[in-house]
């Protein structure tokens, strides 16, 4: 039985952007194939291993790209190149802002050729092709989001945000049996919920849109986690965060500083 996880060897990028891989690596481990990071660990003193990352994801704005763009790729791996100038080897390129719903898709795409290469499924996944050009893909997801919050000001400041990064169909809700009706019901690349909330089961939400969700960008908001909150708490957030596979959690009240860069990467192509 084929392996069903796929190593990615990644080479520059942002820290947000690395931070919203890592993101993607996490959350398909719940999935039928999964993705890593491509770290090989090799004892002082013993040969470096033959394997390769089935995946070479390139920033090529880094100053390491020159690299991968004049060197083929090994034998069975895939080149995912992201910015301008891709070598005429690229199997996918890709241009910034990151949709990272399109690098999951090019990721899958990945473990359809290794079935192709081992015979596994007899379809054409090889050959280098820019997103977007391909009518065989599958259309795009209705663009939505959803903010959970009884906090009217919130949720304006978050409405304004989310419309300026080009989601303007936004779902707000103040209950929780709203919530879980919209979650079951929409598909959404952002949810935004006010973790604080004393008469809302906020928490839950979140994991619950998580699930249905994968590769939405999941935010929570806490005043917790601002300077004011005792590092106790920032920490106890933080961890439960993590189990509710929220993505990131901001301070509350919410700054535009700190929500910009993550909403930056919904920005459409």
Known sequence: MLNQRIYVSVVGFSDVERHALNTIFRLSEDRDVSYAPW???????????????????????????????????????????????????????????IQWAHVLHDLDAVYAARLVDSGYLDLDFTSPAPLGGDPAEPPPPMRRALLVSSDLGERET?????????????????????????????HYVCGVFNLDEHHLDTWSLARLFAQHNPMALNVGLSAHVGADGHWWSRRRVQRDARKAHVTTVLARPVQVHDLAPWLDLLRPV
């Open 39 to 97: 770290v090989p660990l090799v004892a002082p003193g013993a040969q470096p291993t033959l394997m390769t990352a089935e995946v070479l994801l390139v920033d090529g704005e880094s100053a390491e790209a020159v690299l991968s763009h004049a060197k083929e790729t090994p034998t069975g791996q895939r080149l995912i190149w992201v910015g301008p100038d891709a070598p005429d080897h690229a199997w996918r390129v890709l241009q910034r802002p």
């Open 158 to 186: 978050l409405r304004l945000r989310l419309c300026a990064v080009g989601l303007p169909d936004i779902d707000e809700v103040s209950n929780t049996e709203s919530a879980v009706e919209l979650v079951g019901r929409n």
